[in-house]
């Protein structure tokens, strides 16, 4: 259980950083690393109690974490 909750958090981290790189969000590199991680533990905890997913748990970090960058809806906010 350990290792895979890891795995899910370095996962996500780097979906959050590759995103940001190729211009798929416009976050910002921490921001979108915190949303990805999120996203991901939720994805994980409801993979936990209820056992829906994918079926592996590397194939859940990422679809979670894309999913919530796509629901995010933090490009909205106001210009400076």
Do not use: D
Request: charged share 10%; net charge positive.
């Amino acid at each position: 259980m350990f290792p895979t909750i890891m795995g899910t958090v370095v996962i996500a981290g780097i979906v959050g950083y590759l995103s940001e790189k190729s211009g798929f969000t416009r976050n910002g590199i921490l921001q979108s690393i915190i949303i990805c991680i999120g996203g991901a533990f939720l994805a994980y905890f409801v993979r936990l109690m209820f056992g829906i997913g994918f079926g592996s748990p590397g194939l859940n970090a990422i679809a979670s974490s894309v999913g919530a960058l796509v629901i995010v809806p933090t490009h909205w906010r106001g210009r400076r």
